[in-house]
């Protein structure tokens, strides 16, 4: 059997592609407008202009639909750890890269007061199968970083791999209360350029504290 062309290949993954943002798209802008538990699928299928039986191939349950936009993060911080400069820590790339996204207002820091991220977040924050939901994703992020930490283990470094895994836990928990911190505030009236200062002085806070209690391993 002869292989497809690469490029035929190419075009089903940007179709697909495009038709797992297509879904998202419509899901979300339907759950801003409705509420998330008011909107059924049959909706977000029409909209969407897909069948439902297409809608679940893509996404097996509602809450992916409004989570996909998240997903291009789950490996984020495990990135940053492989592709840091040389002789920098792995604690130090990802502070930079926090910081570096409290500069830019990055949503993902929570540092955004746009009012489309804005009711993006409260709708996260404020359905409670949303954010047990979030867990899932916490979890494979985690697997990424711990993996990016471990490296290759030798062979008389003992509980190598729990210690990745712990510190990942304890790095991707500083990111996630940071965030949530800063749209908080944000959430209460604050603005993103109002809030950067006290933003930049409890990051820098919160990774000293993990180089504290991770010393010169990571």
């Known amino acids: 059997m002869s292989e497809k062309p690469a490029a035929a290949t190419g075009l089903r993954a940007r179709k697909k592609q495009r038709t797992y943002q ?19 699928v049959a909706d977000i ?15 097996p349950a509602k809450e992916d639909m409004a ?14 750890v492989r592709e840091r400069r040389p ?15 409290l500069e830019a207002h990055d949503p993902v820091t929570g540092l955004s007061d746009a009012p489309q991220v804005l009711a993006f ?20 992020s985690e697997d990424h970083l711990a993996a990016a930490l471990a490296g290759p ?15 990942a836990g304890q790095i991707l928990a500083t990111q996630r209360i ?3 911190e ?21 990051a820098r806070h919160a990774f000293g504290l993990l180089r504290e209690g991770h010393g010169s391993r990571y």
């Open 67 to 80: 989570l996909y936009r998240l997903a291009d993060h789950e490996d984020e911080a495990a990135r940053v």
């Open 182 to 202: 800063n749209w908080r505030r944000i959430s209460a009236g604050g603005t993103a350029t109002a809030g950067l200062g006290t933003a930049r002085d409890e």
């Open 178 to 180: 940071l965030a949530l």
């Open 121 to 140: 977040h409260r709708l996260l924050y404020g359905t409670p199968s949303l954010v047990a939901r979030m867990h899932a994703y916490t979890a494979r």
């Open 45 to 59: 299928a029409e909209a969407a202009e897909v069948s439902k039986p297409t809608l679940f191939r893509y996404f």
């Open 153 to 167: 283990t030798p062979p008389d470094a003992p509980h190598a791999e729990l210690t990745a895994r712990l510190a």
């Open 22 to 40: 297509a879904i998202s798209d419509a899901a979300i802008a339907l759950f801003l407008e409705r509420g998330f538990d008011a909107v059924p």
């Open 87 to 101: 002789g920098q820590s792995p604690l130090a790339a990802l502070e930079a890269r926090f910081l570096a996204g």
